[in-house]
């Protein structure tokens, strides 16, 4: 059974850093995209941050220069750092894997062509 499980997240004031764990078990992903994504209440699921197996990434533009998604060199951590955190990015994070061969391309990050999904970390920024 896949399991995908969340930590890291917390309570920060503005201008804060938080590091999101995600770590894997039951799935050995290798060509696989693995991505984060948040939801704010009230609001729609986003895409935050995606990474391949040749570790291209692509964010969201409203995280560019403030988030970095990265991965443990057996793919099985996932992790993404935020940085310089605002009240907006306060949501819940979900770690999510492809499920199949992905490549990262240009755009929005699309939360239906992933299969295998985390239970989320609650984000919590104070101005």
């Known amino acids: 059974q896949v399991q995908l499980m969340e930590s890291g997240g917390g309570s920060v004031q503005a201008g804060g850093s938080l590091r999101l764990s995600c770590a894997a078990s039951?799935?050995?992903?290798?060509?696989?995209?693995v991505a984060w994504f948040r939801q704010a209440p009230g609001k729609e699921r986003e895409g935050v941050a995606i990474i391949d197996s040749d570790s291209r990434t692509n964010y969201v533009g409203s995280v560019m220069g403030r988030f970095t998604i990265s991965q443990d060199n057996a793919r099985s951590t996932l992790y993404l750092q935020m940085d310089n955190l605002k009240p907006e990015d306060t949501a819940v994070y979900y770690c999510?894997?492809?499920?199949?061969?992905?490549?990262?391309?240009?755009?929005?990050?699309?939360?239906?062509?992933?299969?295998?999904w985390g239970q989320g970390t609650q984000v919590t920024v104070s101005s």
């Open positions: 999510a894997v492809s499920g199949w061969r992905c490549r990262v391309v240009a755009g929005p990050i699309d939360g239906a062509a992933f299969r295998y």
């Open positions: 039951g799935y050995t992903i290798s060509n696989d995209c």
